[in-house]
């Protein structure tokens, strides 16, 4: 999705960039745009837009977000731990005296 395609779909829910800067405490509507345009890197206005459009931040920035692949042949039982993990909690130091 390019810019304008962002700018449309924040229309269509009743937003302007100087309102998603507002609810997001930025200096103005030019640092959403700069993001969006992606000349700045900002994940807290890309998930707020991605929030507000209802698309995935893979489909709005498909250049920073790659689809998560599920790992394959990574699953391991605990009964396949070889050390044990569970540890003895730690004896506190006794407070030291004022003076």
């Given at each position: 999705?390019?810019?304008?395609?962002?700018?449309?779909?924040?229309?269509?829910?009743?937003?302007?960039?100087?309102?998603?800067?507002?609810?997001?405490?930025?200096?103005?509507?030019?640092?959403?745009?700069?993001?969006?345009?992606r000349k700045y890197i900002s994940a807290r206005v890309e998930k707020r837009v991605s929030d507000i459009i209802g698309v995935s931040l893979e489909k709005l920035f498909p250049d920073r977000y790659q689809p998560v692949k599920p790992r394959s042949g990574y699953k391991r039982a605990l009964k396949d731990c070889t050390r044990e993990?569970?540890?003895?909690?730690?004896?506190?130091?006794?407070?030291?005296p004022n003076r």
């Open positions: 999705m390019d810019y304008l395609d962002m700018k449309h779909a924040l229309a269509k829910k009743g937003y302007t960039l100087t309102r998603v800067a507002v609810e997001l405490g930025l200096f103005g509507p030019q640092s959403v745009q700069q993001v969006l345009k993990t569970i540890h003895e909690p730690r004896a506190r130091k006794p407070p030291a």
